[in-house]
């Protein structure tokens, strides 16, 4: 599975920005897609989830209510939708497809396939 991101960029405090990751390949192994961003000098973090054949989905509770994670399966796509961003938002974003079951969302190390990253600069 190969997955593009795109959709990052330079935005003030307070806006938007949508995020999307398109899959090809072996796509009907995939069972949950996940965002993470990773700011300078911290860990890897999980922001949201979805299931690739259910409507389930989860966030982290520091973007819950601001972001929202959909999907595309006719396109293998899935969006990361950024509203009122803040300046501590601001982290390369990867999209990630993970083969286990969608308990294991929030863990990135379940997660067999990663996207390149997206910068995501928020300014205040």
């Known amino acids: 599975v190969q997955l593009q991101a795109s959709g990052g960029g330079l935005v003030q405090a307070g806006g938007s920005l949508r995020l999307s990751c398109a899959a090809s390949?072996?796509?009907?192994?995939?069972?949950?897609m996940g965002w993470f961003r990773q700011a300078p000098g911290k860990e890897r973090e999980f922001v949201a989830g979805?299931?690739?054949?259910?409507?389930?989905?989860v966030y982290a509770d520091s973007v819950r209510g601001r972001f929202a994670i959909s999907k595309d399966n006719a396109k293998n796509t899935v969006f990361l939708q950024m509203n009122s961003l803040k300046p501590e938002d601001t982290a390369v974003y990867y999209c990630a497809a993970n083969q286990r079951d969608y308990r294991y969302v929030k863990v990135a190390s379940t997660y067999h396939y990663w996207g390149q990253g997206t910068l995501v600069t928020v300014s205040s």
């Open positions: 979805i299931s690739w054949n259910t409507v389930n989905n």
């Open positions: 390949g072996r796509t009907f192994s995939v069972n949950a």
